[in-house]
């Protein structure tokens, strides 16, 4: 499909950020596509927390809710598919999708998130557990866990700080570093101080039924009993490669540059949500796509108006 009428916007990607921004164009009356490919790095868990009035809905059904009420604006397309090619052309974008669609816009934003690739993380069973009884995030799931006997997994020097972060939620933690010495000497006291066991063993597996955490086997054969736990990292990185492509600069910790109205370096190219934020969580990416979507009517329609 070819569609050769020259849009305002097209958003990328359809997580909580992309589809608030296209909602908010859709009430303003500006031309927009969404694309979407339905691959956001939550659906595995099983229930999405701390969004008011959505609180434990899960990630599959809000995006339901969401695709529905933007039924009803009609200069709003909703298309479902993967962005694989944006080719600048002047002050135009030419978008291209896996199904052989094409659009054209003026502007183009980018929420299109991380992606978690948890086999990255070495620790074997590890799938079976993640999104069910294993987090990323304590404040998605910390209060489901709370006050029960927790693990931490980090490999990594910044386990000690995500550690005292951890402790909020229970008293009975064991930071995991699966072989690796990260943790200095006055580190260790202060775990020990607060009674969090460091655990510098390397794991064998994670031991679960059903996707509930039983424990984690260690190599040389002792299992220590746990009933849930925390990941430092996830394997994760930018979901979509498009913006370095166009030019877009990333920052140290890999999320994309872009300014607090999300405005990249490079014009007509916007960033939202966690590829900006790299893990912002869903109010925060519905308000930031909700702002900068926005912003840019301002913009539009001044620019609108300076013309006519
Ligand atoms: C396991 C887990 C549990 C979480 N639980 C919670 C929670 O309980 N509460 C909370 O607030 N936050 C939670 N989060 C964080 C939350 O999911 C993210 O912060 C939030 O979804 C970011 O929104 P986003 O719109 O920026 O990106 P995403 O939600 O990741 O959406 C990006 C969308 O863009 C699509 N996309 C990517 N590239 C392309 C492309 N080239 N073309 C077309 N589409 C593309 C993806 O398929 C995806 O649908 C959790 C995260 C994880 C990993």
């Known amino acids: 499909m070819d569609h050769t009428s020259i849009l305002e916007v097209a958003v990328v990607g359809g997580g909580p950020a992309g ?9 303003a009356m500006i031309s927009t596509v969404i694309i979407n490919e339905e691959q956001a790095r939550n659906m595995v868990t099983q229930g999405s927390h701390g969004f008011l009035t959505r609180d434990g809905a899960h990630p599959a059904d809000l995006l339901q809710i969401a ?12 298309v479902k598919g993967r962005v694989n090619q944006v080719e600048k052309q002047d002050a135009l974008f030419v978008i291209n999708t896996n199904k052989g669609d094409t659009f054209k ?14 086999s990255q993380v070495n620790l074997p069973g590890i799938d079976a557990v993640y999104g069910k009884t294993v987090y990323p995030c304590p404040f998605c799931d910390g ?14 020097a910044f386990v ?5 972060t951890i402790s909020h939620w229970t ?52 299992t220590i009993s746990r009933q849930g736990g925390f990941l430092l990292s996830t394997g994760e990185k930018q979901a979509c490669e498009i913006p ?13 540059k872009s300014n607090e109205w999300g405005k990249s370096e490079i014009e007509g190219i916007y ?16 308000a930031e796509g909700a702002r900068v979507a926005a912003m840019m009517i301002h913009e539009i329609i001044h620019q609108k108006w300076a013309i006519a």
């Open 19 to 27: 589809m608030s921004a296209a909602l908010v164009f859709g009430r």
């Open 105 to 118: 816009a003026k502007h183009v934003v980018f929420a299109t998130g991380y992606q978690d690739d948890i």
């Open 67 to 78: 695709k529905e009420q933007l039924v009803q604006y009609e200069q709003v397309t909703y």
């Open 160 to 164: 000690f700080e995500f550690a005292k």
């Open 171 to 222: 008293h009975d933690l064991v930071v995991f570093t699966n072989g690796k010495k990260v943790v200095s000497e006055e580190q260790k006291q202060a775990f020990e101080q607060k009674k969090v066991v460091l655990v510098e063993d390397k794991i064998e597996k994670l031991i679960s039924i059903n996707g509930q955490l039983q424990g984690v086997q260690l190599t040389h054969g002792q």
């Open 244 to 256: 370095a492509q166009l030019g877009v600069e990333t920052n140290d910790d890999g999320t994309y």
């Open 271 to 286: 960033i939202i949500g966690d590829a900006k934020n790299g893990f912002g969580g869903i109010a925060a990416s519905v």
């Open 143 to 156: 209060w489901e866990r709370r006050n029960q006997p927790l693990a931490l997994f980090g490999e990594e």
